[in-house]
């Protein structure tokens, strides 16, 4: 059933991935009870005199955790953590179901939002943050989509091949994730989801459709280096990503109703799809018209929604907390703790 195995410690304990592949039938047994898999883990253990003293088993095909579980029903008593209890189903676009614990899915998260220089306080706002994300998620669906509007989730594989200090991040990521255990936001009896951006044009916004997003002074985002983004663009460039025929002698200017449009000649655009086609960090965007080539300016980088990356870090510095900072940006909201 399985062809080799691994031991791993993920900073809190030590962790036994045992492998196997779709390529051979026998991984039709993933379809087997989780006892039956549990009898089978347990044997594999035994006959190949696996010296593993820890409790927790990831079943890994073709290099995919797809389900998590334990040797014994019962914890450890020392581990009453609720990141390494609950458990989340994420689902892949190749509709195939993984479930892994919180605490590997807040890594995964972390480590495809993490910047240089981000401030340990920032960190622990953005995991309560996706404590609430992932505990609404499965609460209403009873699973996590691999790819959302908010993150996308990739394998620590993918992270320990593309970050040269993984194995540091892991442990500072794993004391981050321990202190703000189970802690997540809240709005009106329901969890926030995690509205994030990494800077601004010195101002959040706020959405009618999410009444827990407000409007909020972010100074701080002035001074970002992510403030001022600059990308050119040839008329035949963007003839060909727009599939319209401009020049220089064209009209284009930014139209400012409420659901603010482009105009490119005799074609209009919404500010999203300029934004996504150009691949522009934001939507606060400036044209300026050149004899051969358009300039769009940009400032900020994200939909300036929720929690700013930037002006976090400018709050931190000041020896604010984490809660400090969810509440100046969320001020509607209130913390709250699941418990196991």
């Given at each position: ?149 908010f993150v996308k989730y990739r394998t620590n594989e993918y992270y320990k091949e593309n970050f040269k200090d993984f194995d540091k991040l892991l442990d500072k990521f794993n004391k981050i994730i321990n202190e703000v255990d189970g802690v997540y936001l809240s ?140 509440k100046y940006y969320f001020p509607k909201t209130t913390l709250l703790k699941k418990e196991l």
């Amino acid at each position: 059933m399985f062809y080799k195995y691994e031991i791993k410690n993920n900073g809190i304990e030590d962790i036994l991935y045992l492998h196997m592949s779709m390529k051979y039938d026998f991984s039709n047994e993933l379809t087997l009870e989780d006892n039956i898999i549990n009898a089978s883990s347990q044997k594999f253990i035994k006959t190949n005199n696996i010296k593993f003293k820890g409790n927790k088993i990831c079943i890994v095909v073709d290099g995919k955790i797809i389900k998590c579980m334990f040797l014994n029903k019962e914890q450890p008593k020392s581990n009453k953590l609720l990141v390494d209890n609950y458990m989340v189903n994420i689902y892949i676009n190749d509709k195939v179901l993984y479930e892994i614990s919180l605490r590997e899915y807040l890594i995964s998260v972390m480590l495809e939002k993490f910047i240089d220089n981000i401030h340990e306080e920032t960190l622990k706002a953005i995991v309560v943050l996706y404590n609430s994300f992932a505990f609404k998620m499965m609460d209403d669906n009873n699973c996590i989509l691999g790819n959302n509007r908010f993150v996308k989730y990739r394998t620590n594989e993918y992270y320990k091949e593309n970050f040269k200090d993984f194995d540091k991040l892991l442990d500072k990521f794993n004391k981050i994730i321990n202190e703000v255990d189970g802690v997540y936001l809240s709005y009106k009896n329901d969890y926030v989801l995690p509205f994030i951006h990494y800077s601004n044009n010195g101002n959040t916004h706020s959405n009618k459709n999410y009444p827990y997003l407000s409007s909020v002074r972010s100074l701080w985002d002035l001074a970002s280096p992510h403030y001022i983004e600059i990308k050119d663009y040839t008329y035949n460039d963007i003839n060909k990503i727009f599939n319209i025929d401009i020049n220089h002698d064209c009209e284009f200017k930014v139209i400012n109703d409420n659901y603010k449009k482009i105009k490119l000649g005799d074609n209009i655009f919404s500010i999203q799809e300029i934004k996504k086609m150009l691949n522009l960090k934001s939507s606060d965007i400036y044209i300026i018209v050149n004899n051969n080539y358009l300039r769009f300016i940009t400032k900020g980088w994200g939909d300036a929604y929720g929690l700013s990356i930037f002006g976090a870090n400018e709050i931190a510095k000041n020896d604010c907390k984490y809660h400090n900072i969810l509440k100046y940006y969320f001020p509607k909201t209130t913390l709250l703790k699941k418990e196991l």
